[in-house]
Nanobody
């Protein structure tokens, strides 16, 4: 019954901004995270956020450009992506769980992913 659904992906040009959203149903989660996976590459951690929103964690590759936030009343998590680069192109996945971690094993539930494509 637990379900995570991402939205907001699309095709943009380098330097543009995009905001991804993820809505959770069927439960509440102490930690949300975003991961991404490009074709032919391994899944990598992007950002995580704790229950209060005060604890956040970012991959070095996106630090200073991306911001993760959450709205517990709406059971949503967001990823604001600024200054996008072609290397940000990937399928972005929303994940939820009880452990605050950069590792995918820490998360119990995953969304289907939303495609982000950044052109040169």
């Amino acid at each position: 019954q637990v379900q995570l659904v991402e939205s907001g992906g699309g095709l943009v040009q380098a330097g543009d901004s995009l905001r991804l959203s993820c809505v959770a149903s069927g439960g509440t989660f102490s930690t949300y995270a975003w991961f991404r996976q490009a074709p032919g590459q391994e899944r990598e951690f992007v950002a995580a956020i704790g229950w209060s929103g005060g604890s956040t964690l970012y991959a070095d590759s996106v630090k200073g450009r991306f911001t993760i936030s959450r709205d517990n009343n709406k059971r949503r998590v967001y990823l604001q992506m600024n200054s996008l680069k072609p290397e940000d192109t990937a399928v972005y996945f929303c994940a939820a769980g009880s452990l605050f971690s950069m590792g995918g094993r820490a998360y119990d539930y995953w969304g289907q992913g939303t495609q982000v494509t950044v052109s040169s």
